[in-house]
């Protein structure tokens, strides 16, 4: 499980020990799932830390998201799914 603070700043930090625990587990594992929450605005393409991470995601090879659903019902939420109604 992953937690990344969404009040904080995305850091090459972040990406460095994201890329490292990832490669680490491929090693290890035939089927890897990132859970958690990366605070991550992937429904922004225009943002550096989207496209940072989406890059990082598939230089992994077969990574890809897999969400069908909302992840927040919140009015004020930044969910990449948010389509509250």
Same mark, same amino acid.
């Given at each position: %499980? +992953?937690?990344?603070?969404?009040? !904080?700043?995305?850091t090459s930090?972040f990406? $460095? *020990?994201?890329? !490292?625990?990832? *490669? ?5 594992? $035939?089927? /890897?799932? +990132? /859970?958690?929450d990366?605070? /991550?605005r992937? *429904?922004?393409?225009?943002d ?6 989406? !890059?990082?995601?598939?230089? %992994?090879?077969?990574?890809? %998201?897999?969400? *069908?659903?909302?992840?927040? /019902? ?8 948010? $389509?509250?109604?």
């Amino acid at each position: %499980m +992953i937690y990344r603070p969404g009040l !904080e700043a995305v850091t090459s930090a972040f990406f $460095d *020990d994201l890329s !490292e625990t990832l *490669d680490r587990t491929a090693g290890y594992c $035939d089927l /890897v799932y +990132i /859970v958690g929450d990366l605070n /991550v605005r992937l *429904d922004r393409t225009d943002d550096a830390s989207s496209r940072q991470l989406t !890059e990082l995601l598939k230089s %992994m090879g077969s990574l890809s %998201m897999k969400l *069908d659903r909302r992840t927040s /019902v919140a009015v004020h939420s930044t969910s990449l799914r948010h $389509d509250a109604t």
